[in-house]
């Protein structure tokens, strides 16, 4: 029997746990080439800004041994330019469309949030908080929680409540769980975890950084155990918030284990740029995963390793099939 993979986003049903993660798939239409929008979860698009931005100069993508570094400084048509013609297109796939919106002051983020009220077919905003706050001399509103919750109350105050609010989290603090804990009080209705982590690349040729504007975003598969350790913290310490988990999914596998560690949902990011076709792939094979383990509903494993006796289970189960392979002659990972 196929596995149930519905999950909930506020009053929304998505089809699956999936989305694409902001950033990675513009609004959609590159990766529709390869993915029918419709039948992933949702779509996080790129962070959408008040004005038009033609973001930084090249170069501000280069690869790392397990990631990327990107600086793409939030490129963008504007809220007007999503509008007229980003928008409509996704919901004329019929895809659910996950809006992130992104500031430079809290008045920015609360015109944003009034703007998508005002327009029909948008699922749910996502709070890009790593956006420098301009009344902090430059440092991201997520490294604040008291910067972090009143952007959130804002987005929240100008938003329909019917539209649920997420919050993106950076896991470039001491203490993710009190940033988590000033957004939800601030009236955020899930977490997003986690945003990409600043780092650097130098040329050793030219003896100069990478990027153009020296730091950049890392991302991909070197982020996911930080990522996982945020999920798991915020989990802990809130229970009853869905969480996006996002951070170097590549496979089924791993999204199994965001969901494990209490993410309700999971946003593939930096390999649909060598795999347009990965939210679809990762779907399917995070279906044979819960299949291969007895599963027929993906909401049976979201925060199963904070329960104890779920942890017993499991390893009972890894036991009893490592000694069925050995016993038939095949490997066991």
């Known amino acids: 029997m196929p596995v149930d993979l519905r999950t909930r986003l506020g009053q929304l049903e998505l089809p699956s746990p999936v989305l694409a993660a902001s950033g990675c798939a513009g609004a959609g239409r590159e990766l529709a080439q390869f993915t029918d929008v419709a039948r992933i979860g949702a779509l996080i698009t790129k962070s959408v800004t008040l004005e038009p931005r033609a973001g930084n100069p090249a170069p501000r993508l280069t690869e790392t041994p397990s990631g990327m570094l990107s600086s793409p400084g939030l490129q ?176 089924g596998r791993d999204a199994l284990e965001f969901l494990l560690a209490g993410a309700a949902m999971v946003a593939i990011g930096t390999v649909l740029f060598h795999d347009p076709s990965a939210c679809s792939r990762i779907q399917r094979e995070l279906e044979e995963e819960l299949v291969a383990r007895g599963i027929d509903r993906v909401s049976e494993v979201v925060g199963r390793a904070h329960d104890g006796a779920g942890v017993v289970a499991d390893r009972h189960s890894w036991v009893l099939a490592r000694a069925w392979a050995v016993a038939s002659g095949g490997k066991y990972p």
């Open 76 to 251: 963008g048509p504007g809220i007007d330019g999503f509008l007229q013609r980003d928008l409509p297109w996704l919901l004329s796939r019929g895809a659910r469309a996950v809006v992130s919106v992104a500031g430079h002051t809290v008045r920015e983020y609360a015109e944003l949030a009034v703007r998508l009220s005002d327009a029909a077919g948008v699922s749910a905003i996502e709070v890009n908080l790593g956006c420098p706050d301009a009344a902090a001399a430059g440092r991201p509103f997520a490294l604040d929680a008291t910067a972090a919750g009143q952007v959130v109350a804002q987005v929240r105050g100008s938003a329909r409540y019917d539209i649920p609010v997420f919050a993106k989290l950076s896991p470039e603090v001491t203490d993710i769980v009190s940033v988590a804990r000033a957004c939800v009080s601030s009236g955020a209705d899930g977490l997003s975890l986690v945003n990409a982590v600043p780092g650097m690349a130098i040329d050793p040729v030219s003896f100069r950084p990478v990027l153009s504007g020296a730091f950049g975003g890392l991302s991909g598969p070197a982020i996911r155990p930080l990522a996982i350790r945020c999920v798991w913290q915020v989990r802990e310490a809130f229970p009853d918030v869905p969480v996006i988990g996002t951070g170097g999914v590549r496979t």
